[in-house]
């Protein structure tokens, strides 16, 4: 058989071969049989040197259209087969499959607001305080300026515990534990979590986050909250809005007021919306922490997080941040 005619055979084989090729395994053997370095087109271009010299033009155009057909059929057939062959580990399992990306969460809406209320009240000179969410009445009540017979003491509207304890109803405790351990100047927020028996509905919940706020030097003016709750408004809310401070009572402070801030809600109604209370520091107050109420003067406010974070985002039911349904919560 001469070499021209054993190409061709070659030709007619290799791609008969090719066309019944069950995998990209079986492909990559065919392609290093016909087209490797040690393949059998190398093998015939080995011979065409003993080719008669007449013949080696057309043998060579012929060695060079079999390889050029073989590798067009082989580039085919990986695009078919999914291309090189892929290394298998023992067992027929195909490590080089993309495995199953595990879900990764972020932070709630509610820890990445308490974030930016923090960095804001920052920028402005507070430093974070924490407290005990089991407190005593004397940190939530008594200190506080909060007599016995005051309402807010009802069994019906606290959590109250074993042994005279409870659970804070209000972030108000930690400007006393704050006090207790530090003289002024003292200008601290306290975020955190806040408990009260309520009936749970779109609104409300047995346990929500406040950010109280408190700052106590010498000279500190009515004039320096109103300015500070303006400008917190301003900077959460947007640049413009408006706020407004309504007289208000709160056994803490004296005088108190309640902050409003006007409002354009996501439904596209505008009005005012209360952010929280507010006031100065009441002298009894800082009596009870030991406070020379003749040299200090303080202001205090304490705000719904819940509440900012509803009207901000538009959100319609307070349950909504406190379930577990990711296709709400991937949105924040
Ligand atoms: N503790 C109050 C409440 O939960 C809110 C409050 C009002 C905090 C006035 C303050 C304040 O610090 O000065 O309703």
């Known amino acids: 058989m001469s070499?021209?005619?054993?190409?061709?055979?070659?030709?007619?084989?290799?791609?008969?071969?090719?066309?019944?090729?069950?995998?990209?395994?079986?492909?990559?053997?065919?392609?290093?049989?016909?087209?490797?370095?040690?393949?059998?087109?190398?093998?015939?271009?080995?011979?065409?040197?003993?080719?008669?010299?007449?013949?080696?033009?057309?043998?060579?155009k012929a060695l060079n259209d079999v390889k050029n057909l073989l590798t067009e059929g082989f580039e085919k057939a990986k695009t078919v087969l999914g291309g090189a062959a892929k290394p298998k580990a023992a067992?027929?399992?195909?490590?080089?499959?993309?495995?199953?990306?595990?879900?990764?969460?972020?932070?709630?809406?509610?820890?990445?607001?308490?974030?930016?209320i923090c960095d804001l009240f920052g920028r402005m000179g507070f430093t974070v305080a924490y407290g005990p969410e089991v407190e005593d009445e004397w940190h939530n009540f008594d200190a506080l300026n909060t007599p016995p017979e005051h309402p807010a003491r009802d069994v019906l509207d606290n959590f109250f515990l074993d042994g005279g304890a409870m659970i804070r109803s209000q972030t108000s405790t930690v400007q006393i534990r704050?006090?207790?351990?530090?003289?002024?100047?003292?200008?601290?927020?306290?975020?955190?979590?806040?408990?009260?028996?309520?009936?749970?509905?779109?609104?409300?919940?047995?346990?929500?986050?406040?950010?109280?706020?408190?700052y106590v030097d010498e000279g500190v003016t009515?004039?320096?909250?109103?300015?500070?709750?303006?400008?917190?408004?301003?900077?959460?809310?947007?640049?413009?809005?408006?706020?407004r401070f309504r007289p208000h009572f709160f056994p803490f402070t004296e005088p108190s007021a309640e902050v409003d801030v006007w409002y354009r809600y996501a439904d596209g109604h505008e009005g005012w919306m209360e952010l929280g209370g507010c006031g100065m520091v009441d002298p009894n107050v800082l009596k009870a922490?030991?406070?020379?109420?003749?040299?200090?003067?303080?202001?205090?406010?304490?705000?719904?997080?819940?509440?900012?974070?509803?009207?901000?985002?538009?959100?319609?039911?307070?349950?909504?941040?406190?379930?577990?349904?990711?296709?709400?919560?991937?949105?924040?």
Not at 9 to 27: F, G, I, P, R, V
Not at 299 to 309: D, K, L, S
């Open 91 to 116: 067992g027929g399992l195909d490590v080089t499959l993309p495995g199953s990306a595990p879900a990764i969460g972020h932070e709630h809406l509610i820890s990445q607001t308490v974030d930016e």
């Open 3 to 60: 070499l021209l005619e054993e190409l061709r055979s070659l030709q007619a084989k290799a791609q008969a071969e090719l066309e019944k090729l069950a995998d990209s395994e079986a492909l990559e053997a065919w392609r290093i049989r016909y087209l490797g370095t040690k393949g059998a087109l190398k093998d015939a271009a080995n011979q065409l040197k003993d080719v008669a010299r007449e013949q080696k033009p057309a043998v060579g």
């Open 289 to 332: 922490v030991k406070y020379d109420a003749e040299k200090y003067t303080g202001f205090a406010f304490g705000m719904g997080i819940e509440r900012m974070v509803m009207v901000r985002h538009g959100i319609p039911d307070i349950r909504l941040l406190y379930g577990s349904d990711v296709r709400f919560l991937h949105q924040f």
């Open 222 to 243: 009515m004039s320096d909250l109103l300015t500070c709750l303006d400008q917190f408004c301003k900077a959460y809310f947007g640049p413009g809005v408006p706020t």
């Open 178 to 214: 704050v006090m207790e351990n530090a003289s002024p100047p003292i200008r601290i927020i306290a975020p955190g979590r806040v408990f009260r028996p309520d009936t749970v509905d779109a609104t409300h919940s047995f346990m929500f986050h406040q950010v109280e706020g408190l």
